[in-house]
């Protein structure tokens, strides 16, 4: 009957350490979630603040590639009208070449 009474007594030992280190893996789980629950959000807040600091260098280099793209725009078309301009004076001369060579040559 001792006996019996020991080995109930170490299984109710091995039941109370078994049920407590359970407990305290399930607790040191919820400690861990916990915590890392709070540094994932802490990366997450410092990952949208670098990824919006990008986005805003990202906007900048945006603005002053589009005010580029138009001086370098008016400057085309400044060209272009500057060589409308000598074309038309181009045929005028040419025109007015002709005609001199008219009068100096006559017809045959």
Known sequence: ????LSDISIASDVAKISSTAILG???FKVIER???GKSFVEEHTTLRAELREELDAVRQE???LR???DSWREKYY????ITSEMQAELT???HELTEYKDRIVPNE
């Open 78 to 81: 400044e060209q272009l009208n």
């Open 25 to 27: 893996g399930i607790a």
């Open 67 to 69: 005010t580029e793209v």
């Open 34 to 36: 916990f915590l890392n």
């Open 62 to 64: 945006v603005v002053r």
């Open 1 to 4: 009957m001792m006996n019996l």
């Open 92 to 94: 005028t001369l040419r």
